[in-house]
């Protein structure tokens, strides 16, 4: 629905005990916030997701480098 990207600025917040909005509500992170929060409201797609198997979320993690091949654990 809707791809939010990760700002540092996330964890400038939590270390304030505040949400990014009340932190720094001029912010981009909390701009894309409220855009999720509308792409939420004006959502007319009401489909309920297939989940993903292991295996595959397995290969996207090495695929996009979130997980080492040498890991010996499975999520």
């Known amino acids: 629905m809707y791809f ?8 400038h917040a939590e270390i304030n005990r505040k949400t990014v909005i009340e ?7 909390a701009n894309e916030y409220r ?3 509308q792409a ?4 007319q797609d009401f489909t309920i997701p ?3 198997e292991q295996d595959r979320l397995e290969e996207i993690l ?3 480098g979130l997980m ?3 890991d010996d ?3």
Request: charged share 25%.
């Open 4 to 11: 939010v990207p990760r700002d540092n600025i996330v964890q």
């Open 23 to 29: 932190y720094r509500p001029d912010s981009n992170q």
């Open 35 to 37: 855009s999720l929060a």
């Open 40 to 43: 939420i409201i004006d959502n």
């Open 50 to 52: 297939t989940p993903m």
């Open 62 to 64: 090495l695929e996009f």
């Open 68 to 70: 080492n091949i040498k």
């Open 73 to 75: 654990y499975k999520i």
